[in-house]
């Protein structure tokens, strides 16, 4: 078996001219671009190609176009190595929806269509329950969840052993992170609609569990790690009950990352647009070995994994 996963960015990774060079080379990565637009009845494609940024960064159009880039990346890198195949596969809140892509849990279209209805409830709970998000670095975790408490907000995502991000109202946030920097920590408010893997997410995970009820969902060709237990998730049923409770209960990537690396894997491979998955899996453990494909020119890196070329 293969010492490789796979691992697929959140939100946050857009940027206008993704997934171009893609299109424009490679016929697989260009079907997926042109099914995500059908799909839609939308030019998801232009919006990734040429933006406006603006408009990009909404959460109901990042969140599509980052799965759109990521699958359209996964694909091109399936045509060009026939062998592209991992032992495990995990995402970042999103990035766990170009996951079941990757894994054949969903097909494209239907895929699609899901992440823009997420992007879409996320932001309107966020428009009903006004809140955000903060990265508070340098405070380790029980500290971090014992003045979450206090302040009456909650752990969202343990990105790696000293990066954490809190999600609640505008108000009990504000009130944490001024607690995190006098304890020390270095807090870096996120740009973001809302407080999300919170309970203020309640509404748009309940119509997220019902949307997800009408779709045909297959069980994953490779275990999935996803973020909520930080275990591999092997059935349809099992992933319909993840994707419900991620939104209101925390992406504990540092914990999938550790599982992945005790279960054998030695080399992460990071798909789709940007790097952040990259820092945080080497903050996690510096002894793996971490690449990234995001355009034809990176699948190089590919040609030299056993099994690969």
Not at 50 to 55: D, K, M, S
Not at 74 to 97: I, T
Not at 98 to 113: C, K, P, Y
Not at 237 to 254: D, F, M
Request: with cysteine; glycine share 8%; net charge negative.
């Amino acid at each position: 078996m293969a010492h490789i996963a796979f691992v697929f960015p959140g939100q946050g990774s857009q940027k206008v001219g993704m997934g171009l060079d893609l299109y424009q080379n490679s016929p697989a990565a260009r079907e997926v671009f042109e099914e995500c637009d059908r799909a839609l009845d939308f030019p998801l494609s232009q919006l990734c190609f040429q933006g406006p940024e603006e408009e990009l960064r909404q959460t109901i159009h990042a969140q599509p176009a980052i799965v759109a880039t990521s699958v359209a990346c996964h694909r091109a890198a399936a045509e060009l190595h026939s062998g592209f195949q991992p032992s495990l596969l995990a995402g970042h809140s999103l990035g766990e929806y170009s996951a079941l892509v990757a894994a054949g849990v969903l097909e494209i279209g239907d895929g699609i269509r899901l992440v823009r209805e997420r992007g879409r409830l996320m932001h309107q709970a966020g428009a009903r329950q006004p809140g955000g998000m903060a990265a508070v670095i340098g405070l380790d975790e029980p500290s971090l969840a014992q003045l979450c408490q206090e302040a009456g907000v909650e752990i969202a995502n343990i990105n790696s052993p000293n990066q954490i991000v809190i999600s609640g109202a505008k108000e009990a946030l504000n009130q944490a992170m001024e607690l995190a920097r006098s304890q020390g920590a270095r807090v870096v408010p996120l740009e973001v609609s809302g407080a999300f893997h919170s309970q203020l997410m309640k509404p748009a995970a309940d119509e997220l569990a019902r949307i997800i009820s009408e779709l045909p969902f297959r069980d994953p060709e490779v275990p999935i790690v996803v973020n909520t237990t930080a275990q591999p998730a092997t059935t349809a049923q099992e992933i319909k009950e993840e994707l419900a409770q991620q939104l209101l209960h925390c992406v504990r990537w540092r914990h999938s990352v550790q599982y992945m690396i005790d279960h054998g894997i030695s080399t992460f491979i990071e798909i789709g647009p940007g790097s952040v998955l990259a820092g945080l899996i080497k903050r996690i453990d510096r002894g793996v070995q971490m690449l990234n494909i995001s355009d034809m020119s990176s699948m190089s890196v590919l040609s030299f994994r056993p099994g690969m070329g």
